[in-house]
């Protein structure tokens, strides 16, 4: 499983990377949930959540958008079970790590982001 998840983390870095909304979108299940404290700066929802794909398709738009030129490096992948942790650097100077668990349809369905307090 460890190489699975390896996987999956390249594809969705590069994803981002891309910069196209619908790639980076097609590894989230329709009911996913995101919880980030950039949630709470792009969208100013006060408890960070995103909730349902459609959210998710605007959030993740209007964070590129911001920064248009975003990219993410990958750092660590680490395995769980039926989740995974990346943890990434950004162009713009971010450090995190996202929480994805994964829904039986191998899409996520839950992402717990967090970020480096420097």
Same mark, same amino acid.
């Given at each position: ?19 196209d909304?619908?790639?980076i ?7 996913? &949930? ?7 700066l ?28 975003? &990219? ?5 992948v ?16 971010r ?24």
């Open positions: 499983m460890l190489g699975d998840h390896r996987e999956f983390a390249g594809e969705w870095a590069q994803a981002w990377n891309s910069h909304l619908e790639r979108l097609s590894h989230y299940d329709e009911a996913v &949930t995101l919880v980030s404290p950039r949630a709470r792009v969208l100013g929802v006060e408890d960070g959540a995103v909730r349902g794909k459609a959210a998710l398709r605007d959030y993740m738009k209007r964070a590129l958008e911001k920064v248009p030129d975003l &990219t993410f490096t990958l750092d660590r680490f395995s769980g079970v039926n989740s995974v942790v990346i943890e990434f650097h950004t162009s713009d100077g450090h995190g790590a996202e929480l994805m668990d994964f829904a039986k349809n191998g899409r996520v369905a839950r992402v717990i982001a967090h970020y480096a307090s420097e």
